[in-house]
């Protein structure tokens, strides 16, 4: 019993010199959110908004840019607020005015709406001053699980200089206009049903 202790102790001192060893993490110069830049009326169903799919990568909090050679890289000084494919989503919520016959929420709400958004984000990122953001977006209709339309949306900036502020005002523009597109997507989709 007394080597386990022993045994433990040592451990956890080499433990503790390994951790103090490594780098301390970068604080970013800024952070950025996604935002909604328009609010679209006419929702005429209440909607459940699930938040995009992504890759882990672009899903973080880090802002992704890729080189000439197709690798990509984080961006440095500049990351998300927070999660970017949850800031898209309630980008999209924010985006559809209150009032209206329908109401958009999050599934945490635990409302059990007619119909629900899924969607995939493919991209956000950036190409030297070029930003894209491109979502696939699914209406389900949330009774039987079935596919009731679906769209890509694609919204591209261009950043005024290669400084990282700029291209990261330019990346969240683009994600900004991909969830007003997907907002709008949804409201035409819903339209259309009696």
Same mark, same amino acid.
Request: proline fraction near 4%.
């Given at each position: 019993?007394?080597?386990?202790?022993?045994? &433990?102790?040592?451990?956890?001192?080499?433990?503790?010199?390994?951790?103090?060893?490594?780098?301390?993490? *970068?604080?970013?110069?800024? &952070?950025?959110?996604?935002?909604?830049?328009?609010?679209?009326?006419?929702?005429?169903?209440?909607?459940?908004?699930?938040?995009?799919?992504?890759?882990?990568?672009?899903?973080?909090?880090?802002?992704?840019?890729?080189?000439?050679?197709?690798?990509?890289?984080?961006?440095?000084?500049?990351?998300?607020?927070?999660?970017?494919?949850?800031?898209?989503?309630?980008?999209?919520?924010? +985006?559809?005015?209150?009032?209206?016959?329908?109401?958009?929420?999050?599934? *945490?709400?635990?409302?059990?709406?007619?119909?629900?958004?899924?969607?995939?984000?493919?991209?956000? #990122?950036?190409?030297?001053? @070029?930003?894209?953001?491109?979502? #696939?977006?699914?209406?389900?209709? +949330?009774?039987? @699980?079935?596919?009731?339309?679906?769209?890509?949306?694609?919204?591209?900036?261009?950043?005024?200089?290669?400084?990282?502020?700029?291209?990261?005002?330019?990346?969240?523009?683009?994600?900004?206009?991909?969830?007003?597109?997907?907002?709008?997507?949804?409201?035409?989709?819903? @339209?259309?049903? +009696?």
């Amino acid at each position: 019993m007394k080597m386990k202790l022993i045994g &433990l102790g040592l451990a956890t001192s080499m433990l503790a010199a390994c951790v103090s060893v490594l780098p301390e993490p *970068e604080a970013p110069d800024a &952070l950025y959110s996604i935002e909604a830049n328009v609010v679209h009326a006419g929702l005429a169903h209440d909607v459940t908004i699930r938040e995009p799919e992504s890759a882990r990568l672009v899903a973080g909090q880090g802002m992704v840019s890729e080189r000439g050679d197709g690798g990509l890289r984080m961006v440095s000084g500049a990351e998300w607020a927070g999660p970017a494919t949850r800031q898209i989503q309630f980008a999209m919520i924010d +985006s559809f005015e209150t009032g209206d016959a329908g109401s958009a929420v999050a599934p *945490e709400l635990g409302i059990l709406t007619p119909y629900e958004v899924a969607s995939r984000l493919s991209a956000l #990122k950036l190409n030297g001053t @070029r930003a894209t953001c491109e979502m #696939k977006v699914t209406v389900i209709v +949330s009774v039987d @699980r079935s596919l009731l339309d679906q769209t890509v949306v694609r919204a591209e900036q261009t950043a005024t200089s290669n400084s990282s502020a700029n291209r990261a005002l330019a990346l969240r523009a683009a994600a900004s206009e991909c969830a007003s597109q997907a907002s709008l997507f949804v409201i035409e989709t819903l @339209r259309d049903v +009696s």
